[in-house]
């Protein structure tokens, strides 16, 4: 099994805070796996996403990309690593209200200098049930809409990894599940890796992996 990432001994201390937010953490990520990190608020759960995605440097600690050091590369060799590689999801969909729908699932794209082809951008919009929203703007679409055009974004430039910090904070149950299930068979189905953070139980049944994270520790429930 072809292993993407690699978090060794990291560790995380915000500058003025008296706690240690992330405690020494190793764990790995496999090509094509569904990785779940269970945790409440404040556990530290998000801080290690964001580490592991390239977004926020550890104060301790190595985070491998294949074979890149994430935190010895440049400043720009990381946007690029990241933009090229990377898909992410937030629980605000971070949508432009001035543009269409079709434009902000095509935003990546212009940031790694992609070619916009609009065939591929409408059969990922048919697979998350957005097709007929292309030429709208975000504030015609309900929640569950907009975060299907956030996946839609996220999975545009054909990442090898999609990053899921709490994608269905600001749904319904219904709409939790819908979306979630979507986004676990689009993944599947293009052989993306997914690494979603959430406080939900059962958010995703059956992942090849669920951690739980608590107080900054990191455990491997089953896998």
Do not use: W
């Not at 605000?92 to 543009?99: A, G, K, N, V």
């Not at 212009?110 to 065939?119: A, D, G, L, V, Y």
């Amino acid at each position: 099994m072809k292993i993407l990432l690699r978090i060794e001994n990291v560790t995380k201390k915000y500058s003025g805070a008296s706690e240690i937010t992330l405690h020494p953490t190793s764990f790995h990520v496999a090509k094509g796996t569904v990785n779940v990190i269970l945790g409440k608020s404040g556990s530290g759960k998000t801080t290690l996403l964001n580490i592991m995605s390239g977004m926020d440097e550890p104060s301790n600690g190595n985070v491998y990309y294949l074979s890149n050091n994430l935190y010895q590369l440049t400043d720009k060799d990381v946007s690029f690593l990241r933009g090229k590689d990377f898909g992410y999801i937030f629980q605000s969909f971070q949508l432009i209200d001035e543009l269409t729908i079709f434009d902000n699932i095509c935003l990546p794209l212009h940031f790694t200098k992609q070619p916009i082809i609009k065939e591929e951008v409408k059969k990922l919009a048919s697979e998350l049930g957005i097709q007929h929203k292309l030429s709208v703007f975000p504030q015609s679409l309900s929640g569950g809409e907009q975060q299907r055009v956030a996946i839609a974004r996220a999975m545009i430039n054909k990442p090898k990894i999609i990053f899921a910090d709490e994608p269905t904070a600001n749904l319904d149950r219904t709409n939790s599940s819908q979306v979630v299930k979507l986004l676990f068979q689009l993944c599947k189905h293009h052989g993306v890796t997914l690494i979603l953070v959430t406080h939900e139980e059962n958010l995703i049944s059956n992942p090849d992996y669920l951690y739980y994270m608590e107080e900054g520790n990191l455990n491997l429930r089953s896998g």
